[in-house]
Nanobody, 123 residues
Framework: QVQLVESGGGLVQAGGSLRLSCAAS????????MGWYRQAPGKRRELVAT???????NYDDSVRGRFTISRDNAKNTVYLQMNSLKPEDTAVYYC?????????????????WGQGTLVTVSS
């Protein structure tokens, strides 16, 4: 009923840049906070950055100053601009959204995850 589709991952050299996109679709009434998380091999999933519907942002210390999260509310899309990439940024990046949806005629809150997109930074 509701899905997030990520794009923009790939292979980049250290110091390079990538831009991730995540578009939400389905029976969405509204979206509150959207965010990006990542999971490196053998590690737990961790927060990268979040942004509220009003534009308030939050970043993990490891990416602050290098990554920028933004969103287009009209398109239900969130972006992550990643600059000065480091090998330790290598991970699968997941999009997350806190949504309010209508399913089978019932309005409810629903947290949704994307399928993930792989970012590999070579040294």
């Amino acid at each position: 009923q509701v899905q997030l589709v990520e794009s923009g991952g790939g292979l980049v050299q250290a110091g390079g840049s990538l831009r991730l996109s995540c578009a939400a679709s389905g029976s969405i009434l509204s979206i509150n906070t959207m965010g990006w998380y990542r999971q490196a091999p053998g590690k737990r999933r961790e927060l990268v950055a979040t942004i509220t519907s009003g534009g308030t942002t939050n970043y993990d210390d490891s990416v602050r100053g290098r990554f920028t999260i933004s969103r287009d509310n009209a398109k239900n899309t969130v972006y992550l601009q990643m600059n000065s990439l480091k090998p330790e940024d290598t991970a699968v990046y997941y999009c997350n959204a806190g949504t309010f949806v209508r399913i089978a005629g019932v309005d409810r809150s629903l947290g949704v995850w994307g399928q993930g997109t792989l970012v590999t930074v070579s040294s």
